[in-house]
């Protein structure tokens, strides 16, 4: 089992920036792929940042060049970086750990925590 747990939203202006933690406990997320996905009101979730266990990054169009997802595995934690936040980019942020095993996989998310872009 792994528990997740996002800080760090909030309320900024467009422009700003905000910096999201992914605090994770009973496993290290070493090998894990780690997510951040993005959801609000009428819309499906949607994956915004995504790292591999070797480390490759990814993201959705709508973010590259301003968002960085990045991971410490001393403290088993992984985060996003946000730059020239716009006001769509906002929503609740959670945090998601997948592994795909022989006979499974295993899906893990936090509880979210919400980040509201003014304009």
């Known amino acids: 089992q792994v528990q997740l747990v996002e800080s760090g939203g909030g309320l900024v202006q467009a422009g700003g920036s905000l910096r999201l933690s992914c605090a994770a406990s009973?496993?290290?997320?070493?090998?894990?792929?780690m997510d951040w996905y993005r959801q609000t009101p009428g819309k499906q979730r949607e994956s915004v940042a995504t790292?591999?266990?070797?480390?490759?990054?990814n993201y959705a169009d709508s973010v590259k060049g301003r968002f960085t997802i990045s991971r410490d595995v001393a403290k088993n934690t992984v985060y996003l970086q946000m730059n020239s936040l716009k006001p769509e980019d906002t929503g609740t942020y959670y945090c998601?750990?997948?592994?795909?095993?022989?006979?499974?996989?295993?899906?893990?998310w936090g509880q979210g925590t919400q980040v509201t872009v003014s304009s």
């Open positions: 790292i591999g266990s070797g480390g490759i990054t």
């Open positions: 009973g496993s290290s997320l070493r090998v894990y792929t």
């Open positions: 998601h750990a997948g592994r795909v095993v022989i006979g499974g996989k295993y899906d893990y």
